[in-house]
């Protein structure tokens, strides 16, 4: 008997683990924006111990765009902090497998078949997380009311290297009324391990982004007339620095396809 269809305000008003459980079932495969809300979101990042510490720094380095919330041990699945019990090869939607930089064309949503006890998991945060607060706040958060995935650019601007991995930083954005975008800087302001403030408001071309009705990642949002886009350092570039790196093995996630752990948005928010 096929699952009953799990609904868009089924999937917001359910906590991290109710979320991973359906996603462990398979009953859900599809994008976490605007699910689970109230519970921190993260960006996944799995590599061969051997990569572990280039990695870590990288992100240091980086840490708008890769700021590290949790590191397993090598060979363990389980996100022990962020939500014990949980098991990052199956608790993730679709994830995205390299192989010598390059991505599989297929997006798995079970990875144990190619766990190693060699491997290492990073939880890195996701804004996500302060879409919450922006929805309390009566901002309209586009990708959400439009039931899609946020849209995400490479841009031109490039991360601080460490190791082989260097790369492109990649952005996710929401456009917003010009009235609104101070109230939305301070808002994502008080959440910094979620990448925090924008990272440029206003022209796309000062990111090299040429043309927002076409992502590289996510889905094109509508932009309505006077409306300005409002960019912020996205999760997504550290699979431009695996491309970049080529380590011979890589699994993250699927664009807009997080884990959502157990621990709450409002503790990861900090006073203005």
């Not at 976490?32 to 280039?54: C, K, M, S, W, Y």
């Not at 403030?197 to 949002?221: C, N, Q, S, T, Y």
């Amino acid at each position: 008997m096929q699952s009953p269809v799990i609904t868009a305000d089924q999937r917001a008003t359910a906590t991290g683990a109710a979320l991973r459980g359906w996603i462990r079932s398979g009953r859900w495969t599809g994008t976490t924006a605007g699910a689970a809300r109230g519970f921190v979101q993260a960006n996944l990042v799995i590599l061969p111990d051997v990569d572990a510490a280039d990695f870590g720094e990288f992100c240091r380095l980086n840490a708008q765009a890769c700021p590290l919330l949790e590191q397993t041990a090598a060979g363990d699945a389980e996100p022990r902090r962020m939500a014990p019990g949980a098991d990052l090869r199956t608790d993730v939607p679709r994830y995205r497998v390299f192989r010598d930089g390059q991505p599989d064309p297929e997006e798995p949503t079970d990875i144990r078949g190619l766990w190693r006890e060699d491997l290492v998991g990073f939880l890195l945060g996701c804004s996500f997380t302060f879409e919450n607060a922006l929805l309390a706040a009566g901002l309209d958060v586009r990708h959400i009311s439009q039931g899609c995935n946020v849209p995400m650019y490479r841009t031109a601007r490039r991360c601080q290297s460490a190791g082989r991995f260097v790369g492109d930083l990649v952005v996710s954005m929401r456009p917003f009324p010009p009235a609104a975008v101070e109230r939305v800087i301070a808002i994502t302001s008080r959440f910094p391990t979620m990448h925090g403030p924008p990272v440029h408001v206003g022209d796309p071309a000062a990111l090299g982004i040429e043309r927002l009705e076409r992502p590289d990642f996510g889905d094109a949002v509508t932009i309505a007339p006077g409306e300005v886009p409002v960019f912020w350092a996205c999760g997504v570039t550290p699979q431009l620095a695996i491309a970049e790196a080529r380590p011979e093995l890589a699994i993250t996630h699927s664009p807009g396809c997080m884990f959502v752990s157990d621990w709450k948005d409002a503790d990861q928010e900090v006073s203005p």
